[in-house]
């Protein structure tokens, strides 16, 4: 490596963005390798968490957990649903508001998909002593909590 890229290099690695970004590519990678059988990507499987855990929670709702908007979540369950692993239905009190549950099909393939999914998550932070995994994962949620209005779309916290 020359000396030019060496301090290109130098520069990008001090930018939080750039490590971030970067960081999140290689979960992406690593998620799609664990997960490769399942055909759901992060996101997918982040909805089917909650769903899983609140059934029949509104779509609306559903979004603000996830931290996605509302025409990405509308989208996204829309596949999951033709994947047959949710199913969507009117609420009684306001039809224009879709409440979403898993499917006993998507409920078995979270089950299955929990082992992967957590060696995904494993790899991604392999590098680090256990110890410094607490303290990375602490700081990665301080960060989110404290400037969670600036997402695109901001969780619900507590």
């Keep these: 490596m020359d000396q030019a890229q060496a301090e290109l290099n130098a520069l990008l690695s001090e930018r939080p963005g750039f490590l971030i970004r970067r960081m999140h590519q290689i979960h ?3 998620f ?3 997960c490769a059988a ?3 990507t992060p996101v997918q499987y982040s909805i089917l968490t909650v769903a899983g855990g609140r059934p029949d929670l509104d779509q609306v709702s559903l979004a603000q957990e996830v931290g996605v908007d509302r025409a990405t979540m509308a989208n996204v369950v829309a596949r999951l649903e033709a994947k ?10 306001d039809r224009r508001v879709k409440l979403v549950s898993l499917t006993p099909r998507g409920a078995r393939q979270l089950e ?8 995904a998550h494993e790899r991604t932070v392999a590098a680090l002593p256990a110890a410094e995994r607490a303290v990375f994962l602490d700081l990665l949620k301080r960060l989110v909590d404290a400037q969670n209005e600036y997402g695109r779309a901001p969780l619900r916290l507590g």
């Design 32 to 34: 799609a390798e664990e």
């Design 38 to 40: 399942f055909d759901v």
């Design 84 to 93: 047959g692993l949710v199913r969507r239905r009117q609420a009684a009190a």
């Design 28 to 30: 992406l990678a690593l």
């Design 112 to 119: 299955k998909m929990r082992p992967a999914v957590a060696r």
